[in-house]
């Protein structure tokens, strides 16, 4: 069983910056890729951002590609998005995810996930 617990959430201006982590206390993700999603009120769990288990592997949605950075520490087991350049449609609840199946930018490939945090972004 793998627990996560994101942290970081918050409100910010566009054009600010934001930094969410997602710690395991249970020390047992290494071996998953994790992922991060976003749902935004009314809409659906959308992709946003993934990264292997080794680290090497990362992959975006185009929305915040070159906005946000997604990183892993295996050795404290936990995995951070540094979100740059926020717009107001970045506002949502993120929330990360473990997983092991392929495609990593779909939900279903994903097995564990946190409770969510929320990003408010203002104009």
């Known amino acids: 069983q793998v627990l996560l617990v994101e942290s970081g959430g918050g409100s910010v201006q566009a054009g600010g910056s934001l930094r969410l982590s997602c710690a395991d206390p249970?020390?047992?993700?290494?071996?998953?890729?994790m992922g991060w999603f976003r749902q935004a009120p009314g809409k659906e769990r959308e992709f946003v951002a993934s990264?292997?288990?080794?680290?090497?592997?990362?992959y975006y949605a185009d929305s915040v590609k070159y906005r946000f950075t997604i990183s892993r520490d295996n050795a404290q087991n936990t995995v951070a998005l540094q979100m740059n350049s926020l717009k107001p449609e970045d506002t949502a609840v993120y929330y990360c995810a473990a997983g092991l199946a392929f495609p990593r930018n779909i939900a279903a490939s994903y097995d564990y996930w946190g409770q969510g945090t929320q990003v408010t972004v203002s104009s």
């Open positions: 249970g020390r047992t993700f290494s071996r998953y890729a």
């Open positions: 990264i292997s288990w080794t680290g090497t592997n990362t």
